[in-house]
């Protein structure tokens, strides 16, 4: 049976969500703030987190950061964050930090059951990948080696436009909207990428320098790709990403 562990510091908003997971067939764990929740997840180890934003003691961010650091590397269990409001900043910031994703109160019991259940299924996948035994290996100087549903897939260097940190696990997007799940932290990769047309803009990213299409300065920055996505750039690196890019031109 699968364990999810509830953390909400209102009573009704807990008994709730416990009475539709309990009858969808989940066993439950409760705890009413951050602390009493990150002491719940080292001693049981959930299979899913469904945890309040704004909590007294610890809130649902600094949950999340505390189980990050402690875990460091080790498979950390979805989070969904339960909230009424949030600012995109708040949002933003929730995901840097790993958030699989947001439910929005008032919710209803068939919101919450989809979502948990879609995260589950994903987790299933990654504890499955995280097992198969197979190295990542470098075949050749152009390409790298990944892995696929039924072994490993050559993948040429120039086809990927970034590499993100997700916890103790990285997303490759490459080129044609496709994107590889690797069960393997992104650091495992950075020497490699670095070596070529790479380079690491932020503690979560490194991004191939050819599909970058803008530079829009801040405090730090960021980056337009050219899968129409933004890249957030760290300060420290900020300077390092500007000189790279004028020698380009």
Known sequence: MEKILVVEDEQDIRETLQDILELAGYEVL?????????????????????????????????????????????IVPPFLFLTA??????????????????????????????????????????????????????????????????????????????????????????????KILVSKPMKEFEEILTSKSFLKVHKSTIVNIKYIEKFVRGKAGHLLMSDGSIVAVSVRKKEELIHLLKSKI
């Open 30 to 74: 409760i705890a009413s703030n951050g602390k009493k929740g990150y002491n719940v997840i080292l001693d049981n180890q959930p299979d899913l987190v469904l945890c309040d934003v704004n909590m007294p003691e610890l809130d649902g961010f600094g949950l999340l950061g505390a189980v990050n650091q402690r875990l460091k590397d080790k």
């Open 85 to 178: 409001k949030v600012e995109k900043e708040d949002m933003r910031y929730g995901m840097s930090l790993g958030a699989d994703d947001y439910i929005f109160k008032p919710f209803n019991s068939n919101e919450i059951l989809k979502t948990v259940r879609l995260r589950l299924d994903k987790r299933q996948q990654l504890l499955k990948l995280s097992t198969n035994n197979s190295e990542l290996v470098i075949k050749d100087v152009n390409k790298l080696a990944l892995p696929c549903d039924d072994g490993l897939e050559l993948i040429s260097f120039d086809k990927i436009i970034k590499c993100q940190a997700d916890r103790s696990y990285c997303n490759f997007h490459l080129i044609g909207n496709r």
